[in-house]
């Protein structure tokens, strides 16, 4: 079974420029997450999807970053304009369905900010 | 609020035992997690243990959970230099997993 995928790997822009980053779940997985994991800290969820919908997105900053997940597959999470601050690992999961149950995550995409 | 904490470091010798801690404070949490990130990799789930168990067992990883003290441990037998990575737990607060902040494992030969 051919797990999370994302991309790109990496990323280097400067500050105020735009990204955006690709995740395809596992098939048939419902429920899709994205969370950044800065360097020493442990992940932090942005935004969860149960199918195309929000289910979670307290912690999203929405001035900022936005993501969607058209069809209910895959998914885009963008930043538009970047700060320093947004340097971390960005990571895609998925679960098969109800919250709660054991998510499966992608290699995660590095944003570093300049 | 919802907060897993655990100690950031940990070296061993290879062959000892390793045991890597945790507490976290959601008492509702239905599943506790163990997950292991090797330098540039996502989370890789090790094993996982249901709130009403007190203890499971999987190859070379135990986990112990102690409800009243809100703590989680995670044991490696005969540690190897492949271990060496960030083991990070995690509790299932309401309907999300929160992360503790990760245990760097360091094994030398």
């Known amino acids: 079974e051919a797990g999370v995928a994302q991309s790109p790997r990496y990323k280097i822009i400067e500050k105020r420029q735009s990204v955006a980053f690709w995740c395809n779940p596992i098939?048939?997985?419902?429920?899709l997450y994205w969370y950044q994991q800065i360097l020493g800290q442990g992940p932090k969820l942005l935004i969860q999807?149960?199918?195309?919908?929000?289910?979670?997105d307290s912690q999203l900053p929405k001035d900022r970053f936005s993501a969607e997940r058209l069809k209910g597959v895959d998914s885009t999470l963008k930043i538009q304009p970047a700060k320093l601050e947004d340097s971390a690992v960005y990571l895609c999961a998925s679960s098969p369905g109800e919250a709660r149950e054991t998510q499966y995550f992608g290699p995660g995409t590095r944003l570093l900010v300049l | 609020g919802e907060d897993v904490e655990q100690s950031l470091f940990l070296s061993v010798r290879e062959g000892d035992s390793s045991v890597i801690n945790c507490t976290y404070t959601d008492s509702s949490s239905t599943y506790l997690y163990w997950y292991k990130q090797e330098p540039g990799a996502g989370l890789q789930l090790l094993t996982y243990?249901?709130?009403?168990?007190d203890m499971k067992q999987d190859q070379r990883l135990t986990v112990l959970l102690n409800k009243k003290d809100k703590h989680l441990s995670l044991r490696i037998a005969d540690t190897q230099t492949g271990d060496s990575a960030i083991y990070f737990c995690?509790?299932?607060?309401?309907?999300?997993?929160?992360f503790g902040t990760g245990t760097r494992l360091l094994v030398s030969p």
């Open positions: 995690a509790e299932t607060g309401f309907q999300k997993l929160v």
């Open positions: 243990i249901f709130s009403n168990m």
């Open positions: 098939s048939g997985h419902a429920t």
């Open positions: 999807f149960q199918n195309n919908g929000v289910v979670d």
